[in-house]
């Protein structure tokens, strides 16, 4: 069994979707980033690349890269996903929070649970997300970004 955490944040910036695990939810703003800077996917791949013993998402899909200039996230987890899968490692498990005074997902949760399971091949009991507000302290809690943390297991 091996263990990987992944951490990503991205501020808010007008005139961005926002996108997590590939499902817009409305807001007045989205994220900034090289990609659809879809921040719970890019934790869940660190995590899975951290697990596996690979370099992190920016070694494998560098930000000055053109051909991942808005790419959906979704794709560079199945690209993660490839990368573990030929180390001959299995996803156990993901766990992942969700940091950010605004917007709520709980009206999403479900939804973004069943892309990433699908995008993973793998049930969805073996992805949990949750979120959490930061109570109106710090960056997060001004609105000014979102941050996700993710713990992922692989098998041998």
């Known amino acids: 069994m091996r263990f990987g955490i992944g951490y990503d944040v991205h501020p808010f910036e007008e005139g961005r979707r926002l996108i997590l695990a590939g499902i817009e939810i409305p807001y007045k703003k989205g994220l900034g980033g090289h990609s659809d800077a879809d921040v719970l996917s890019h934790a869940i791949c660190d995590a899975m690349l951290g697990a596996a013993g690979e370099d992190d998402i920016g070694v494998h899909f560098p930000d000055n890269d053109e051909k991942y200039k808005n790419i959906s996230s979704l794709i560079l987890i199945k690209k993660v996903k490839e990368i573990v899968g030929k180390k001959s490692f299995t996803i156990n498990n ?63």
């Open 94 to 156: 993901i766990d992942t929070v969700i940091i950010a005074q605004e917007p709520k997902i709980s009206d999403y949760r479900l939804r973004m649970k069943e892309n990433l399971a699908d995008a993973l091949n793998i049930s969805p009991s073996r992805l949990n997300i949750k979120a959490t507000t930061p109570e109106k302290l710090g960056s997060f809690g001004r609105c000014e970004g979102m941050a996700v943390y993710a713990i992922v297991s692989l098998e041998e």
